[in-house]
């Protein structure tokens, strides 16, 4: 492949030293530069295992890897692709941070779930790695073996829940086999509601799977009975599932920011709606979501305004620093129009991979970006493409998807919706879904040119993800080509604003005490409601709480609102304390309570006029006037005597003899 070390050097500061088979004749010139101790990037990953391993004689080695030849060198444009070339290798260099691990531990203990002989020939073949239970649902005519390695029972799952290592089963029509069981099996009398648990499933059933994306489910093997080729397979991963496995801990989730529910009233569904695994439910206030169920889709953090759920694979700040890096050294070796391609690693570098080596390979001005999956994408991530200066984004999955992508496809229309507004261009964010990679390459020659910003941000992005995108939008505002103050938005947004009816606000304070972001607040010395627009999530809590009914969600992302002060939705006069001056509650709520009540309750009648008062002062004062008084508040007038049935007709009766009604 071409190599255009000018372009890479513009790029890249430091040693370039251009190599034509480093990892054999010139080896000996890869040691040197390990001998000279600086850090040192490698433009093949192909041969990254013998570079490893020269490496292990020079302990203070650090080393990286860039793949500038299926992602550029190999390709019909690769005699323009040396901006490219130098941004992928400056963007590998960028450090990402340490993965935290979750530990599944398994005993062996294995339920085979079927309905005839085929499960039980698994269990012969799987008997002398694992611990067996055969459960068999409805079974027909089922020979006795000879000789009982395992137990072989009867019963029909209800529902199951759990993961590797700590699996939980509801178990109807339960039933032990009779020993004296002879041309087939005979099973004793059965029960409802038994409960099994196990550390991994071998489902041959043929039924409805256990769990929703049960192909994500670490532990739980599915395969179709027919099919023998899958049997074998499921079979044969069974197996080896004993011992202790580590997997990646996708997602940092902090419950205190969580906006799901205020006083048992739901706001925010956003990624309960999402989850494909059912890793996430309801958990009071917040949801919770269990690592150990997690397959890591990161939908929950695309989604999640108020970055409670952030995803860790890595974390959206550390993606966004490697992206700024990779598009300010493309801008600054001389590249420009740059498309920025995020793929996965299963699906999309196989692809890019099959299309360099059979086809003609990626376009020079899009540079690819592998994420762990592409559903883990925001919006924050994809502003950042044009804030940095991008001039468009592609976004590659499966011609069929392994779980819903409703929340990516949002995730995209919301971020094409507001570049739109700015003056970025129409349709520059794509998602392209496509297992060909001939297609692949005519999508993105077919992409829109976008109008690229005169004036990139330079930011670097730290810290939780709602600070990154609240910085992320308003500097993609300021690198705007044609910035506009408000861009309207789709229901579901996670920006937005409340309308507030001032006439029917009471000013009780219900909705401050139900936002979950702080973004509608009280004065503790005036009686008024606060509105801070760059804190709401639009989770609806404050709408479903106002008991008036008088609050409403309008979506949008108001930068002249973001970058103003507290807007002040209503203020009302305060109302004194009679006795002791100090302000309480609003003259208009006061004024309303004294009309309702005033001479219209026993408590406040006759001789007893004087005891409005008390509505008038403040708790501390209500209550020593109370005491000082001593009226007795449950000490209401006598009733009038009630009239029976009896009394009724008794006096209906005396009525009727006495014509003159007296």
Not at 114 to 122: K, N, Y
Not at 487 to 512: K, S, Y
Request: net charge negative.
């Amino acid at each position: 492949m071409p190599l255009d070390a000018e372009a890479i050097g513009r790029g890249c500061p430091g040693k370039i030293t251009p190599a034509n088979q480093l990892c054999g004749l010139e080896l000996a010139r890869f040691r040197e530069a390990l001998a000279e101790g600086a850090p040192i990037t490698v433009a093949c990953t192909q041969e990254a295992p013998l570079f490893r391993e020269v490496a292990e004689d020079f302990p203070q080695a650090q080393l990286t890897f860039a793949n500038i030849r299926e992602t550029g060198g190999w390709s019909s444009d690769a005699t323009t692709a040396g901006p490219k070339a130098a941004a992928l290798i400056a963007a590998a260099g960028e450090e990402m941070p340490p993965i935290s691990l979750v530990t599944l531990e398994s005993s062996g203990v294995a339920l085979i779930y079927g309905r005839d002989e085929i499960a039980i020939d698994a269990g012969q073949r799987l008997a002398d790695r694992l611990d067996i239970t055969v459960l068999l649902s409805q079974p027909g005519d089922i020979t006795p073996r000879r000789t009982n390695e395992f137990p072989v029972l009867k019963g029909t799952v209800r529902n199951a829940r759990g993961h590797l290592g700590a699996f939980e089963l509801a178990i109807d029509d339960y039933a032990l086999p009779l020993p004296s069981s002879r041309a087939k099996l005979v099973f004793g009398s059965s029960r409802d509601g038994a409960t099994s648990t196990c550390d991994l499933i071998l489902d041959l059933s043929g039924a409805a799977a256990m769990f929703p994306a049960h192909e994500l489910r670490p532990g739980y093997l599915r395969a179709d009975p027919r099919d023998r080729a899958a049997v074998e397979r499921a079979i044969a991963d069974a197996g080896g599932l004993v011992g202790t496995f580590d997997k990646p801990r996708f997602v940092h989730f902090e419950p205190s920011l969580c906006a799901h529910s205020r006083s048992g009233i739901t706001g925010c569904t956003r990624c309960l709606d999402l989850c494909p695994t059912g890793a996430i439910t309801p958990n009071g206030n917040s949801v919770a979501i269990d690592a150990n169920v997690c397959a890591g889709c990161g939908a929950c953090a695309s989604a999640c305004p108020t970055g409670a759920a952030a995803y860790a694979l890595p974390a959206a700040d550390a993606l966004m620093r490697r992206l700024r890096t990779l598009l300010r050294t493309y801008r600054k070796a001389g590249g420009s129009d740059a498309i920025v391609l995020f793929h996965d690693g299963e699906h999309g570098e196989a692809l890019i991979d099959a299309l360099a080596r059979f086809g003609a390979g990626l376009p020079a001005h899009v540079l690819p970006l592998r994420v762990n999956e592409v559903t883990q994408l925001g919006p924050e991530i994809i502003a950042a493409v044009f804030a940095y200066g991008g001039s468009g984004v592609a976004i590659l999955t499966r011609a069929r998807p392994r779980h819903d992508i409703a929340g990516l496809r949002r995730a995209a229309e919301t971020s094409d919706t507001i570049v739109t507004a700015l003056g970025f261009g129409t349709g520059l964010v794509r998602l392209i879904e496509t297992d060909d990679p001939d297609q692949l390459r005519a999508r993105l020659d077919a992409a829109p040119a976008g109008v690229t910003t005169q004036k990139p941000a330079g930011f670097v992005p730290r810290g939780a993800k709602r600070g990154v995108l609240e910085t992320t939008f308003r500097e993609l505002h300021l690198a705007a080509p044609a910035p506009v103050d408000v861009v309207p938005l789709a229901q579901g947004a996670p920006f937005g604003g409340v309308n507030l009816d001032v006439e029917g606000c009471t000013l009780c304070h219900a909705c401050v005490t139900a936002c979950p972001t702080g973004a509608l607040s009280d004065n503790p010395d005036r009686a008024m409601l606060r509105f801070t627009e760059s804190l709401c999530v639009q989770c609806g809590l404050c709408e479903a709480t106002c008991p008036e009914k008088v609050i409403t969600l309008e979506p949008r992302l108001d930068f002249q609102a973001w970058n103003a002060p507290l807007r002040l939705l209503k203020e009302e006069e305060p109302f004194h304390c009679i006795a002791c001056g100090k302000p309480f509650g609003t003259r208009s709520s006061i004024d309303r309570v004294l009309a309702k009540l005033g001479d219209k309750h026993w408590m406040f009648q006759g001789a007893n006029a004087r005891r409005i008062d008390v509505i008038k002062m403040c708790a501390d004062c209500r209550v020593e006037a109370v005491v000082n008084e001593g009226f007795d508040p449950h000490g209401a007038p006598p009733r009038p005597p009630v009239m029976s049935t009896e009394d009724y007709l008794r006096a209906r009766d005396a009525k009727k003899g006495d014509p003159f009604g007296s």
